[in-house]
C-alpha cells in the first residue's frame, strides 16, 4: 500500500539532483531525483547499508514561520526496493543545510520497519527538524536529508536490503 | 531451573498469596483503587512482580490449547487484530493490554497484578535481568512456535523463532548508531512535544515503538529472527511492557493539553477482538471509547500519587470540593535533588559560585508531573494535566545591600568568564530593593527557575554531568553606580516541581 501524506499538507517540496557526496560519505548507489513536485514519489537513489539516498527539501521562511517557535517536521516516504528475509536493519536519517558540508550532518531520526518491510509498501515517517536547523536551511539551499540503512542485529550485516526516497516534505501541524 | 522445577514454584508462591497481595494491594490503593503500572527499570530484581508475571506466563503456555486465553492464543489476537501504521494504533492496543493484564492476575488469584512498563530511556535500555534469568520470562525457555498467517498482518506466514536478539547487558541504546540517542528522556520528549495527534502517533509508532520491535528481534542476516521482530511478536514475554511504555507515553500526551484530542473520527469496532478475565470474548470495544483512562482499572505510577488519590475522591464530590481539592493537588511536593552550604562573597568586581551535586537530574528534567487543572472559571471537570517537571534552584542570600543599582545575573554551568547575558547558560537576573532595615537586608532567599537553560544545555549536548553550578555575577544596573555593595551566597538548593 502506498501511503501519501495529504496534499493539503504539503508545502513547496522538490527533490533535486544531488551531486556526489564526498568519498567515505556513505554516498552510493545514487541514481539522482528528478523534481517532481509536491509530495511526487521519484524514482531515485538507494539507501544500503554502505550508500545513503539523499534528498533535496526546498524550506521557505515561511516554513520556519509556520514553525513558530516550535520544530518543524518533515514527511519522509520510503520504499523498500530489495528486501530479503533475515536481513533486519535501522534507517538513520541525517539532514543539513544544503550549502553545509556533509560533516554538519545531524541525526534528526532513526526509524525501523514493524511490521517487516516488503518491497513497495510505501512507509510514511515523521520526523522532528530542530528549528535551528530549518531556519538554517532557509537561508542556506534547503535541507538536504540523507537516509542510510544500518543492521538491527548485533554483528549483522546488509549485503541486499535497500529502499529509496519515495518523497520528502515540510508539514504544517 | 527446568520446566516442572517452576511450575512446583509456582504452586508454591500460589498457596501463599498474601507476600503479593500486600505489595500490589498497597500500590492500588495509592493509584486511587486502580492498578498502578510501574517502572519495570526501577524494580530490584526481587520485586514481586518478576515472579507474578513468570507465573502468569506459565499458567498461560498450560491452558487447554481450546482456551482463548493462552499465551499462543493471546499472540494470535495481535496477529488476526492489530492495526500497524493506522490512525488507531494505540487505541486497539490500550485495549488488548487491558485485558492481557485481566487475564494475568486472573490465573495467578491477583487481582491487583499491573503490568510495568518498560522505560527505554533508564540503563541504556536494557531488558531488565529477570526477562533472562528466570526462565518462564525468557522466550528461549518456551521456544514457542509462531507459524501462522493472518490477512490482517500480510500475506506471508509468520516464522520468527523463541529468540532474542538483544542479548542480556545490551540496551536498546547500545543498538542505535554511533552519537545517537533516539530512545533517551530528551528525544522522547520532543515526541511528546509533538502537536498533533497525527504527528505523535506517527513518531511514537514508527521510532521506539518500530525499532523496539526490531532490534528485539533481530538476529544475524540468514538467522531465523526473534519473535518481537514480527506479527506474533507478544510470544515474547518482554512485548507485553514494551506496549504498556507505549500506552503510558500516549496517556501522557493526552493529558497534556486540551488541544490533545485523540478522538479519532472514523471510530474503529473491536467487538470480539478480545477476551476478558474469564476467557469470554469481548462483545463491546471501540477506538474512541479507549481515549479516556477513567475507562480502565489502571494508571501509571508516573501521574503523581496526590493526583492519583484525588481522582477517587473527586469522582461524585460537589463541584466546589472538586474544585478545591484539584487547586490543592496542584502545589506538587518537591523533589529535592540537591543542596550545598557555601560561603561566596560577590560584587561589582567578583562573581560567586556554587556547585550542587544534583542526583537524578537528567531524570527530573526529562520526566513529568501529573496533577488536576482546573480554573475557577472552569464549567467541565478538573482534569488530569501533564506538563514538564521545573527544576529551580533557591538561592541562600545573607549580609545582602538593602536598595542597589545592582543587578545580578544568573548563570548556569557557564564555561569560565562567560558574560553573555543569552544563550544557554544565562537563566535570569535579580535585583535587591527596598529593604526597610538599614543597608543590610536580613537573609534572603531568591528562586530561580533553570529549567530552559538545562534543557538547552542537554539539547546542545553541553550538559556532560549532573553536577549544577550557579554562578551570580552582579553588574551595576545604572552607569556611575557604586561598587562597594556585595553580598553572600551561602547556600543553593536545587529542586524539582
Not at chain 2, 235 to 253: S, T, V, Y
Request: hydrophobic share 45%.
Amino acid at each position: 500500500m502506498v501511503v501519501m501524506p495529504p496534499v493539503a499538507a504539503l508545502v513547496a517540496v522538490f527533490l533535486t539532483v544531488l551531486a556526489p557526496a564526498p568519498p567515505g560519505a556513505g554516498e552510493g548507489a545514487g541514481t539522482a531525483f528528478a523534481a517532481e513536485g509536491a509530495g511526487a514519489a521519484a524514482t531515485g537513489a538507494e539507501a544500503t547499508g554502505t550508500a545513503a539516498a539523499r534528498a533535496t527539501v526546498a524550506v521557505t521562511a515561511a516554513d520556519a514561520d509556520a514553525a513558530g517557535r516550535g520544530d518543524g517536521y518533515l514527511t519522509l516516504l520510503l520504499e523498500p526496493v530489495r528486501t530479503v528475509p533475515r536481513e533486519p536493519y535501522l534507517v538513520v536519517i541525517e539532514a543539513r543545510p544544503g550549502n553545509a558540508p556533509e560533516a554538519e550532518a545531524e541525526p534528526i531520526g532513526s526509524v525501523a520497519f514493524h511490521p517487516p518491510p516488503r518491497d513497495g509498501d510505501v512507509g510514511e515517517f515523521i520526523l522532528t527538524v530542530p528549528r535551528r536547523l530549518l531556519l538554517r536551511a532557509a537561508d542556506d539551499g534547503g535541507l538536504v536529508v540523507s537516509v542510510r540503512l544500518m543492521p538491527a542485529a548485533e554483528g549483522g550485516r546488509l549485503t541486499t536490503s535497500a529502499l529509496r526516497i519515495a518523497g520528502a516534505s515540510l508539514r504544517r501541524p | 531451573m527446568q520446566r516442572r522445577d517452576f511450575m512446583k514454584l509456582s504452586a508454591a508462591a500460589l498457596a501463599a498469596p498474601y507476600i503479593v497481595t500486600g505489595v500490589s494491594g498497597a500500590a492500588r490503593a495509592a493509584g486511587g483503587g486502580k492498578r498502578v503500572r510501574r517502572d519495570v527499570m526501577k524494580m530490584d530484581a526481587s520485586d514481586p512482580f518478576f515472579r507474578q508475571y513468570a507465573q502468569a506466563v506459565a499458567a498461560m503456555h498450560n491452558l487447554r490449547k481450546d482456551d482463548t486465553r493462552t499465551w499462543r492464543n493471546q499472540a494470535l489476537i495481535h496477529l488476526h487484530h492489530c492495526p500497524h501504521h493506522k490512525e488507531d494504533f494505540v487505541h486497539w492496543h490500550r485495549w488488548y493490554l487491558n485485558y492481557f493484564e485481566q487475564i494475568c492476575g486472573e490465573l495467578i488469584g491477583e487481582p491487583d497484578f499491573a503490568l510495568p512498563y518498560w522505560n527505554w530511556s533508564e540503563n541504556g535500555g536494557r531488558i531488565p535481568d529477570p526477562f533472562y534469568d528466570l526462565e518462564p520470562l525468557n522466550v528461549v525457555f518456551w521456544n514457542d512456535k509462531s507459524d501462522a498467517q493472518s490477512d490482517n498482518w500480510g500475506p506471508d506466514e509468520v516464522v520468527t523463532v523463541g529468540v532474542r536478539g538483544l542479548t542480556k547487558g545490551v540496551g536498546l541504546q547500545d543498538r542505535e548508531a554511533p552519537g545517537q540517542d533516539f530512545f533517551s528522556y530528551e528525544k522522547i520528549r520532543t515526541i511528546l512535544e509533538s502537536p498533533t495527534f497525527e504527528i505523535f502517533t506517527n513518531q511514537l509508532e514508527r521510532q521506539p515503538h518500530d525499532k523496539g520491535h526490531v532490534i528485539v528481534g533481530a538476529m544475524p542476516q540468514g538467522q531465523p529472527q526473534g519473535h518481537m521482530g514480527d506479527g506474533m511478536s507478544p510470544l515474547d514475554p518482554i512485548f507485553w511492557l514494551h506496549h504498556c511504555n507505549i500506552d503510558r507515553l500516549w496517556a501522557q500526551w493526552e493529558a497534556a493539553s486540551p488541544e490533545h484530542r485523540t478522538v479519532i473520527s472514523r471510530n474503529y469496532d473491536y467487538s470480539n477482538n478480545f477476551v476478558d478475565a474469564k476467557g469470554n470474548p469481548v462483545p463491546v470495544a471501540d477506538a474512541n471509547s479507549a481515549v479516556d483512562l477513567k475507562n480502565f482499572d489502571y494508571i501509571y505510577d508516573t501521574m503523581q500519587a496526590s493526583a492519583v488519590e484525588l481522582a477517587g475522591v473527586l469522582e461524585g464530590a460537589p463541584r466546589g470540593e472538586q474544585l478545591l481539592l484539584a487547586a490543592s493537588a496542584v502545589s506538587a511536593v518537591p523533589q529535592v535533588l540537591g543542596s550545598v552550604a557555601v560561603k561566596d562573597r560577590a560584587s561589582l568586581t567578583e562573581a560567586a559560585t556554587a556547585t550542587v551535586a544534583a542526583g537524578n537530574l537528567t531524570d527530573a528534567m526529562f520526566s513529568s508531573r501529573v496533577f488536576w487543572a482546573a480554573s475557577p472559571l472552569a464549567v467541565t471537570s478538573p482534569r488530569l494535566a501533564v506538563a514538564n517537571r521545573r527544576i529551580y534552584a533557591t538561592l541562600g542570600i545573607t549580609d545582602a545591600p538593602g536598595t542597589s543599582p545592582m543587578l545580578v545575573n544568573v548563570y548556569v554551568n557557564r564555561p569560565k568568564d562567560t558574560t553573555v547575558t543569552g544563550g544557554p547558560y544565562f537563566t535570569g537576573s535579580f535585583a535587591f530593593f527596598a529593604s526597610a532595615k538599614g543597608h543590610h537586608a536580613a537573609d534572603q532567599k531568591v528562586i530561580i527557575d533553570i529549567t530552559g537553560a538545562l534543557h538547552e544545555q542537554a539539547q546542545a549536548g553541553l550538559l556532560t554531568s549532573s553536577d549544577v553550578t550557579i554562578d551570580l555575577v552582579p553588574v551595576p544596573a545604572v552607569e556611575g553606580a557604586r561598587t562597594d555593595d556585595s553580598f553572600v551566597l551561602s547556600k543553593v538548593d536545587l529542586e524539582a516541581i
